[in-house]
């Protein structure tokens, strides 16, 4: 497995434009989690999945954001009609259950949105 | 509420000396786990460590070690004989078990610089 891959890696877009991003997790991971991350801040929770089912949504994540994971495998995170704030590293991390010793999320490489 | 307090935002070292980074959290819940993660200049976010809020066993790693003191809310981490390599952006994670443990709340890190 070569890790949790993230496309694109770079997307410029005009303000008003719709843009999705897409995450291909660890194929064994039955979690996958959305964070976004701004220069010199940490990581902020946005959403996350237990297989194919969204079991939780950060305040973060207004209407204009979406993200779907059908069939428990890759991911999807679409934001519509972009706003120059909404520029930010869009990361994608999997993982199994934290219940389980040992393990932490594996991230990606991220996908970087800039809204002009 | 959850949070992580990284008061250091830039350390800068010179090779071979000793480094610890500062980890101070808050927390309700009596379970929950502790993570450090690494962002190189590359930056993909890479897994360190992770503790459990039962365990209070101090770690080490080869030149890494990380010292989890409950009675604190503390949880540092050293780098034993820093190298150039170590230069990176680290991270201090919370997770509450209450939660499922899916939501991870970040610190805002810790730069650390190590030059030759």
């Known amino acids: 497995d070569t890790g949790v891959s993230q496309n694109p890696r770079h997307k410029i877009t005009k303000r008003g434009q719709n843009v999705t991003f897409r995450c291909d997790p660890i194929s064994e991971h039955n979690r996958l989690y959305w964070y976004r991350q701004t220069l010199g801040q940490g990581p902020e929770f946005l959403t996350y999945?237990?297989?194919?089912?969204?079991?939780?949504k950060s305040r973060l994540l207004s209407d204009r954001f979406s993200a779907e994971r059908p069939k428990g495998s890759f991911s999807t995170l679409e934001i519509q009609r972009t706003e120059q704030g909404d520029s930010a590293m869009y990361l994608c991390?999997?993982?199994?259950?934290?219940?389980?010793?040992?393990?932490?999320?594996?991230f990606g490489s991220g996908t970087r949105l800039t809204v002009v | 509420a959850q949070k992580v307090t990284q008061a250091q935002t830039e350390i800068s070292v010179v090779e071979k000396e000793d480094v610890t980074l500062d980890c101070v959290y808050e927390t309700r819940d009596t379970t929950y786990y502790l993570f450090w993660y690494k962002q190189p200049p590359s930056g993909e976010l890479v897994f360190l460590i992770r503790r459990n809020s039962f365990d209070e066993q101090n770690e080490i790693s080869g030149r890494y070690s990380w010292n989890f003191q409950k009675s604190t809310s503390s949880f540092n981490f050293t780098i034993t004989a820093s190298q150039v390599v170590d230069s990176a952006v680290y991270f201090c994670a919370l997770s509450e078990a209450g939660t499922g443990g899916f939501k991870t709340i970040f610190g805002a890190g810790t730069r650390l610089f190590v030059k030759a």
């Open positions: 991390a999997s993982s199994v259950s934290l219940m389980i010793e040992g393990y932490g999320y594996t």
């Open positions: 999945f237990q297989n194919e089912a969204q079991l939780e």
